[in-house]
């Protein structure tokens, strides 16, 4: 028998339905800290569901991908957010790195996140294969191509149309690999 795939929900409700899941579960063996992946493609609407999310629980902490990410390296950074990120809360320690500084083009300020109930991970690839040992809640956010690039050009200016354009192609290899949406516990529309 195959596994049923969760209902697609409005961002309004999957704040509540993600907020009871995480009340309710207990995060993976040898992890202290509940951790929720929001993960999609970029421009669906993960900052804003994690936005709604974190004051729905009283300010949980988020750690944005882009965070790690650059133009130059959008997927290939998930080892550094392991090792600096997922390792430290899931040992119940601080966690401590370096944001990536999108217009130098290099590691910018330092960020720490303390050990929390429950920390909020934000991005694509956040659901990532090598982050799910860590995870007790995984989300996809659902969007289609054309409103998540209008979004994105909307925020980073029609001049970014050609990295907006690789991006996306190194999203659409992320999905065809890993296929997240399949692993998600709460699938959630971006545009609803």
């Known amino acids: 028998m195959g596994q049923v795939e ?8 999957a ?11 207990t ?22 569901l994690s936005a709604a999310l974190s004051a729905a629980l009283g300010g949980a902490p988020v750690v944005h991908t882009d965070d790690f990410a650059s133009w130059e390296e959008p997927l290939d950074w998930w080892q550094r957010m392991l090792t600096e990120l997922l390792v430290p ?11 990536s500084d999108w217009e130098r083009h290099a590691l910018g300020d330092w960020c720490e996140v303390e050990p929390a109930e429950c920390v909020i991970v934000e991005g694509v690839s956040s659901s990532r ?7 007790t ?8 191509e054309p409103e998540r690039l209008r979004r994105g050009l909307q925020r980073d200016g029609d001049h970014a149309l050609a990295l907006w354009q690789e991006w ?3 999203e659409d290899d992320y999905v065809a690999r890993e296929q997240p949406q399949r692993h998600a516990q709460v699938l959630v529309s971006g545009t609803r």
């Open 129 to 135: 294969e090598a982050f799910r040992p860590y995870l």
């Open 6 to 13: 969760p209902p697609l929900l409005s961002s309004a409700n």
């Open 27 to 48: 995060p993976p063996a040898g992890v202290r800290t509940k951790i929720v992946a929001i993960d999609g493609l970029g421009g669906a609407g993960k900052t804003t």
């Open 89 to 99: 809360l899931a040992e119940g320690r601080c966690a401590r790195f370096r944001r």
């Open 168 to 170: 996306m192609a190194s």
């Open 137 to 144: 809640v995984t989300v996809w956010v659902d969007t289609p």
């Open 15 to 25: 704040v509540n339905v993600i907020a009871a899941q995480l009340v309710a579960a």
